[in-house]
């Protein structure tokens, strides 16, 4: 079964660091693009990060840039999100998801990770 | 890079068909034929019904389809059902991705 994982959520203080993970299962990670994407709660979905296949590639978003890093892990199957510097409107439920074909769209989206910051 | 603009909320009683927009600018919707639409229930992740404009992955009903003229795109549901009550998310390629601002979709 092609399942997705994230785990790492958790309560941190404005100004604290957090590392996402999502393990993917299923299908062959290294060959996939993959995303976060997060919801603030009552709000709608935001795009957050993408890296390509082998890494080599990344983008984020304007919010986070500078703060957040992507990375992944082909030999462990696992995608990350390092978070830096957080604010109170990072406050979200995170969601890692896989791009099918390089930004056409994402078809396989894990169950979400839920970080707040908060004093 | 700014949302895509949908309704906010669009209702409809039990086997009507409902239609939802999904507005952007030839920059995003307009520039590409790469516009998906995602269904989101409460508390669950979201679903991929839509790709490519107007394709559906395998196990979406065909009650569910996609269009797009210019720079607005459309997701109609027809004969709704009570399990299509949820949230309704567009998403376009614009160099990145952009979200829709979502849609719940009510059934009466």
């Known amino acids: 079964e092609v399942q997705l994982v994230e785990s790492g959520g958790g309560l941190v203080q404005p100004g604290g660091s957090l590392r996402l993970s999502c393990a993917a299962s299923g299908f062959t990670f290294s060959s996939y693009w993959m995303h976060w994407v997060r919801q603030a709660p009552g709000k709608g979905l935001v795009w957050v990060s993408r890296i390509n296949s082998d890494g080599s590639s990344t983008s984020y978003a304007d919010s986070v840039k500078g703060r957040f890093t992507i990375s992944r892990d082909n030999a462990k199957n696992t995608l990350y999100l390092q978070m830096n510097s957080l604010r109170a409107e990072d406050t979200a439920v995170y969601y890692c998801?896989?791009?099918?074909?390089?930004?056409?769209?994402?078809?396989?989206w894990g169950k979400g990770t839920t970080v707040t910051v908060s004093s | 890079q700014s949302a895509l603009t949908q309704p906010r909320s669009v209702s409809g009683s039990p086997g009507q068909s409902v239609t939802i927009s999904c507005t952007g600018t030839?920059?995003?919707?307009?520039?590409?034929?790469?516009v998906s639409w995602y269904q989101q229930h409460p508390g669950k992740a979201p679903k991929l019904m839509i790709y490519d404009v107007s394709k559906r992955p395998s196990g979406v009903p065909d009650r569910f389809s996609g269009s797009k003229s210019g720079n607005t795109a459309s997701l109609t549901i027809s004969g709704l059902q009570a399990e299509d009550e949820a949230d309704y998310y567009c998403c376009s390629y614009a160099g990145s991705y952009v979200f829709g601002t979502g849609t719940k979709v009510t059934v009466l």
């Open positions: 030839s920059s995003d919707v307009g520039g590409y034929n790469y």
């Open positions: 998801a896989r791009d099918v074909r390089a930004l056409t769209h994402m078809d396989v």
